[in-house]
């Protein structure tokens, strides 16, 4: 006995299939041998079985195992053979148009007509068709704004009449009061000083200080500082002081050896004396 749907040979009374699991027989009441499963007609043969439900199963037997069964059932008892078809539930979805409620229409109420205004007696308008009238407002519900007084721009009162300006200039006394000096740079450059100043790359004063001159030195190599000398003069005698620069001062007078000076004292000197700074120098004349 092979098995009609995977051709795999099998014993007689076996009743599903040991390879593909399909029923493929099943003996009858009796017990005589398998019985194979009946079709209406060679054209309806299939491969599934369960394509053959339906009016196969008349007459209260299972068409496979031959169990008794009753009509209303789906599936055998004993083999579990489908007898029938079930239909499918329909789709759940939105009802039909027919069976949905129509709600009732309910009509717009008209809206009220607004009451016209009571005229203002005294009031005078005119009659330009517009229904809404605007009352005037009476002369005592007037409203008054309280403002600040401004202040006067001129506390001191105005003059009446104009000034005239008829005093001559009154003289003031020189800044620079005192004698001349000319430095002599050694970049080539001659500068005429008067009054107390500075020397330097960049020169700079504290904060407070007074100054009245500034002389800037062209250096290259940098090797006179941004305020490198102050100078100045007292009863006609030149003096200069070493603002505590990086490269120092040093003060060579006729006649005399050189001198480096201290930071922050103040040597007085000579006309045609000559001061170096750093590699730079000038001449005092």
């Not at 439900?53 to 496979?64: E, Y």
């Not at 539930?89 to 016209?116: H, L, N, R, S, T």
Request: glycine share 10%.
């Amino acid at each position: 006995m092979n098995c009609r749907f995977c051709a795999t040979e099998l014993p007689r009374d076996a009743l599903f299939c040991g390879e593909c699991g399909r029923a493929v027989g099943a003996s009858t009441p009796g017990g005589i041998g398998p019985m194979p499963l009946a079709f209406s007609s060679a054209d309806d043969a299939s491969d599934d079985p369960a394509d053959h439900v339906g009016p196969a199963h008349v007459g209260a037997s299972c068409p496979q195992c031959g169990a008794s069964v009753e009509d209303d059932e789906v599936f055998c008892g004993e083999c579990g053979f489908v007898l029938r078809r079930v239909a499918p539930a329909p789709p759940a979805g939105p009802p039909p148009i027919d069976d949905v409620p129509i709600e009732p229409e309910f009509e717009a109420q008209p809206k009220p007509e607004p009451e016209p205004a009571a005229a203002v007696p005294g009031a005078g308008a005119l009659d330009t068709g517009a229904t809404d009238v605007i009352p005037a407002l009476e002369p005592d519900l007037e409203l008054s704004i309280e403002r600040a007084p401004r202040p006067d721009p001129f506390p001191w009162g105005r003059a009446t009449t104009p000034i005239e300006d008829i005093e001559a200039t009154r003289l003031v006394a020189d800044p620079f009061a005192g004698e001349r000096f000319v430095l002599q740079f050694s970049t080539g450059e001659n500068v005429t000083v008067r009054g107390q100043g500075l020397i330097g790359r960049n020169p700079n004063a504290e904060p407070g200080e007074v100054v009245d001159q500034f002389v800037a030195v062209f250096d290259p190599t940098k090797s006179v500082s941004k305020t490198h000398l102050e100078f100045g003069q007292e009863s006609g005698r030149f003096w200069v002081s070493d603002r505590f620069s990086t490269n120092g001062s040093v003060v060579r007078q006729p006649d005399a050896d050189p001198q480096r000076c201290d930071p922050g004292k103040r040597y007085f000197i000579a006309r045609g004396t000559r001061v170096d700074i750093g590699e730079q120098f000038f001449v005092v004349s």
